[in-house]
């Protein structure tokens, strides 16, 4: 098994090892210190050896802060945490609503001083925001590392190369193409800190994460287009010498920063603050040069796209036809997890799963990113919902499937809520629009039915997706936030919810992938686009109101089963082919 189901926390873990922060805090003149959930690498998924957040709190959410003052701590997280928060928790820490409660509003109300960072662990926006914000900050060592006694060692994976077949470009042209937009630019190097940047630059992959295959490194990128990569030695040896690539041990990553001449392009979202201090050139801030190239999917990485989805379209299928042949109240979320990781692995190709699959069975399915452990396990009920959002990580690809499940027979108010949200889903899957149109112009779309009954969610509608990299890639998003325009290659989820606390979960995910659009008789000539969909497994029929779905949205799913079952026909075993034929029936 990829997946465990430990708790890597306690709440009784949090008491001691706050007073411990605390008293260092008392030691070296601060008043505050702030504990992000991000690592160096600005990461969403961390090394054990960086879930500072994780062990000072109890708190496994992928997203959040603590800000550790002398008589209060409070942990600032967003919509999706808000139930998992007050589970996880000791009472010697404080839940704080945010965005909606910024950071300097809760400080001034608590009468802060002198707050500490790490300024390995902020961006250079980050820290210009706060201190526009009138907070006092001062950059200190890490107080976290300091009380961390038995804290595990770095990653020490081995990197490994990502076939040019699959990566559709060598890393050579790559190299060149970045280079020159440099040039084009007019700078003369740019300052690499994401991994997966590095990893799609240099066509490797890496192990230092678990479910994320990357390489935890820094790299500056020249308009000679070679390449310095700052990495342990070990870890790249099994790639051979590239006369391009000269590399180096991490620690003298600041020192050749300080060396860098001429114009430096530093992107200030996820750089960290330590290294914009080092850097003594002209500094040009920008978007890091890869994250957009790396965003747009070529028609190789496409193509393994499509495979690694079909396969894992076949392992869902016979996950789901063996749920339905078990009696409501024989599995438990455990189990259905374990399952379905069985199914993934009986493809021979995975690799990994793309993240820990959230089992949420009843009221844990309100929990948005609910990891089962032992602890909190329970059986998936008659008359309740179930929901399973999961992944698998394959070499040609990268798969994210969320669907939600009727046990037995559901309560109607699900029902409606589940037709709203696939009302949603589907708008987006079948959307034309015009070039320029970013997440934030269609997200409204996913939320509409939604809203006329009065709700909502608190998560992004779509997240991007990489080519055997991170199940959550930047800079795309379909969310209200996200300003930047949405262009043909890019891979994103297609995820509305909703989410009843102490009842159940509701989300329907399918991933899709932005082309061109097929030209209409009598439409301008400007440029548009609509979505591919890659993800085809059937949506449950069950927890579907027909009578609420247009016509159009009638004909949308029908014709998504249609080809569900096309894709899979002779490929299944038994017991999921006569399941399809039930799953895939029109309504």
């Not at 070529?298 to 869902?316: K, P, Q, V």
């Amino acid at each position: 098994m990829f997946q465990t189901f430990e708790s890597s926390t306690s709440p009784d873990q949090g008491p001691p090892r706050l007073a411990a922060l605390r008293a260092k805090m008392a030691e070296i003149g601060v008043q505050g210190f702030i504990v992000p959930r991000a690592d160096a690498w600005q990461g969403e998924y961390v090394a054990p050896c960086d879930e500072r957040l994780s062990w000072l709190t109890g708190f496994t959410g992928s997203a959040g802060y603590c800000v550790v003052l002398p008589d209060i701590a409070g942990v600032f997280v967003d919509g999706r945490y808000r139930v998992q928060v007050k589970a996880q928790v000791a009472d010697v820490f404080t839940p704080v609503d945010w965005p909606e409660t910024s950071l300097k509003s809760w400080l001034t109300d608590h009468g802060a001083g002198r707050i500490a960072y790490d300024p390995w662990l902020h961006s250079p926006n980050q820290i210009k925001s706060l201190k526009e914000a009138g907070v006092e900050l001062v950059a200190t060592e890490n107080l976290v590392d300091a009380v961390w006694d038995d804290r595990p060692p770095r990653p020490a994976g081995e990197a490994f190369a990502h076939p040019v077949e699959l990566a559709g470009e060598s890393s050579s042209d790559k190299r060149a193409r970045i280079a020159a937009a440099l040039k084009d630019a007019g700078e003369d190097a740019a300052i690499l800190t994401l991994p997966d940047s590095i990893c799609w630059l240099l066509n490797i992959r890496g192990a230092d994460i678990p479910r994320i295959p990357i390489l935890q490194c820094f790299a500056i990128v020249s308009t000679d287009a070679r390449v310095a990569l700052f990495v342990e030695p070990e870890k790249v040896e099994t790639l051979g010498p590239d006369q391009a690539i000269d590399v180096h041990p991490p620690e003298a990553f600041l020192d050749a920063v300080g060396a860098l001449e001429g114009k430096v392009r530093l992107d200030p979202d996820s750089c960290p603050e330590a290294v914009l201090t080092a850097l003594t050139a002209e500094v040009s801030y920008g978007l890091d040069p890869c994250v957009l190239p790396k965003a747009r999917k070529n028609e190789a990485e496409l193509r393994g796209a499509r495979a690694a989805h079909a396969r894992d379209a076949l392992a869902m299928i016979e996950f789901l036809a063996w749920l339905d042949s078990e009696e409501p109240g024989s599995v438990t979320e455990i189990a259905a997890a374990e399952v379905l990781e069985g199914f993934r692995r009986a493809t021979n190709a995975l690799r990994d799963i793309s993240f820990e699959t959230i089992s949420g069975a009843g009221e844990h399915g309100a929990v948005v990113h609910y990891r089962v452990t032992e602890e909190t396990n329970r059986t998936l009920n008659s008359g309740e919902l179930y929901l399973v959002d999961s992944g698998g990580q394959y070499i040609d690809g990268t798969t994210d499937i969320t669907r939600t499940l009727a046990l037995g027979t559901p309560p109607e108010d699900a029902r409606a809520a589940f037709t709203r949200v696939l009302q949603g889903m589907i708008a987006l899957s079948r959307i034309r629009f015009p070039r320029g149109v970013a997440g934030a112009h269609i997200d409204a779309l996913a939320r509409a039915q939604l809203w006329m009954a009065g709700l909502d969610y608190d998560h992004g509608t779509g997240h991007g997706v990489g080519s055997y990299l991170s199940v959550h890639e930047g800079p795309a998003r379909i969310s209200r936030v996200s300003t930047l325009p949405l262009e043909p290659g890019m891979i994103l989820s297609n995820e509305p919810g909703y989410y009843r606390e102490g009842a159940f979960g509701i989300r329907i995910e399918n991933l899709i992938v932005v082309r061109e659009a097929p030209a209409l008789p009598g439409a301008d000539d400007r440029s548009w686009l609509d979505f591919e969909t890659l993800t085809y497994v059937p949506i449950d029929r069950r927890l579907i109101v027909p009578g609420m779905l247009s016509a159009g949205e009638t004909a949308w799913i029908n014709t998504y089963h249609a080809e569900c079952a096309r894709r899979v026909a002779g490929q299944l075993s038994d017991r999921a082919a006569t399941w399809m034929a039930g799953a895939c029936a029109s309504l």
